[in-house]
């Protein structure tokens, strides 16, 4: 596939691009996002590649992306990725649900015996024999106009998954390790993969104090982490912005009863408090009634 990349960047491209895409039996499709400043990832570039045709989507310039994700969620076509889950949730949180079906070459490339978590860069070198150049590999997807190089280092992502699926789809199909393939892909569709319960959320939090919790701190633990997950949900903001880990479990441990000892622990400043003190003593008060 050696098309040049076209850039679409107004919703009449993007309705012709999708028309001229909609027959294809697969696509190639990675995506360019931000996640600094929010709990939720900001979408900034989707990038495919079908049978000739290899574009570069500026979705921050678009008004109306449904022509797109009709396109992606249609089950006729299957959307090809490499490591699939990160550009899957941006989809899930657009839609409620992700594209399907879907190859992911990372998973197709362990069944080969490469190792399991092979990075697209890694998996292209030893598959193709390219080196992709990494000179972007930092940039701010958000920052507008796009370079040329920027263009070209999006493109190259699905110019060449293009032609790993090719490959790997050649020494797996029809065979028994083509049927794991389609399990594990399938199983990329649980919802909770992209929208964990936040009621299990105080397990991601690697602190080695937790292990000495008494029954009490750890129940308000628990609902400590809940409603952090909850909080950023709602703001949009990173977790440890709402409030830090060891703030979280400082305040198990000592299960504050007042405003004023609450303020002294560690990790709780004046924005906390301002914020969130009255919801974080109601949390520690329910739990010790």
């Known amino acids: 596939m050696n098309h040049p990349p076209v850039l679409i960047d107004s919703s009449a ?100 015996d490469y190792d399991q978590q092979i990075g697209y860069s890694n998996l292209v070198r030893e598959v193709l024999g390219v080196e992709l150049p990494k000179s972007q590999a930092r940039t701010d997807w958000k920052r507008r106009p796009l370079r040329q190089k920027q263009l070209e280092y999006a493109a190259d992502d699905v110019i060449y998954l293009s032609r790993l699926y090719e490959v790997l789809r050649e020494k797996l199909e029809g ?50 982490a809940a409603w952090r997950e909850l909080t950023a949900r709602r703001e949009n903001r990173p977790r440890k912005w709402i409030i830090k880990d060891h703030a979280l479990v400082a305040i198990a441990r000592e299960l504050p009863a007042d405003r004023a000892t609450l303020s002294r622990l560690n990790g709780i400043g004046d924005k906390v408090m301002d914020r969130y003190g009255e919801e974080l003593l109601k949390i520690v008060s329910n739990d010790k009634l």
């Open 13 to 112: 491209a993007l309705v012709e691009l999708c028309g001229e895409l909609q027959g294809c039996a697969w696509l190639a499709v990675d995506t360019e996002f931000e996640r600094v400043n929010t709990y939720y990832p900001e979408l900034c570039l989707v990038q495919v590649a079908g049978e000739g045709v290899v574009a570069v989507i500026d979705v921050l310039g678009i008004s109306d992306l449904e022509p797109l994700y009709e396109l992606l969620h249609a089950p006729s076509v299957t959307k090809v990725f490499h490591a699939a889950r990160q550009d899957l949730e941006l989809f899930f949180h657009i839609r409620g649900e992700v594209p399907a079906p879907v190859f992911d070459t990372q998973i197709a490339a362990a069944l080969l």
């Open 175 to 224: 065979s028994e390790k083509w049927r794991q393939l389609e399990e594990q892909c399938r199983s990329l569709n649980r919802p909770e993969l992209y929208e964990p319960d936040p009621g299990e959320m105080w397990r991601k939090i690697k602190i080695r104090e937790v292990k000495g919790f008494g029954e009490a701190s750890m129940a308000v633990f628990r609902q400590l």
